[in-house]
Nanobody
Framework: QVQMAESGGGLVQAGGSLRLACAAS????????IGWFRQAPGKEREFIAV????????YYAESVKGRFTISRDNAKNTVYLQMNSLKPEDTAIYYC????????????????????WGQGTQVTVSS
């Protein structure tokens, strides 16, 4: 049974850092890209970052480029999102999900191409 479980959220002051974790089970992250998304109250779900199935390619939304870093630990079957220089506008529920297509050649930022969404983890950045 495929499952994704996010953790690591919390309350942090602007300028601070958090590291989110996405623990995958029921499949290997070496076969599917893993994406991070977020949703703020009253807003649509937004793409944040993705790491390709081979770990060789990462892609970020412009809003987080240079501040967030996506990485993974194959041994733990876990993907991380290191978030630095956090801003109040980063406040949202953060989700990870698996690309529907295994071994996709080009990463996608379209949330409809992702499945097995986790329950999310709340990130709150105070000003």
């Amino acid at each position: 049974q495929v499952q994704m479980a996010e953790s690591g959220g919390g309350l942090v002051q602007a300028g601070g850092s958090l590291r989110l974790a996405c623990a995958a089970s029921g499949f290997t992250i070496r076969s599917n890209a893993i994406g991070w998304f977020r949703q703020a109250p009253g807003k649509e779900r937004e793409f944040i970052a993705v790491i390709k199935w081979n770990g060789g390619t990462t892609y970020y939304a412009e809003s987080v480029k240079g501040r967030f870093t996506i990485s993974r630990d194959n041994a733990k079957n876990t993907v991380y999102l290191q978030m630095n220089s956090l801003k109040p506008e980063d406040t949202a529920i953060y989700y990870c999900a698996r690309d529907r297509a295994a071994f996709r050649s080009v990463v996608t930022t379209n949330s409809r191409e992702y499945e097995y969404w986790g329950q999310g983890t709340q990130v709150t950045v105070s000003s």
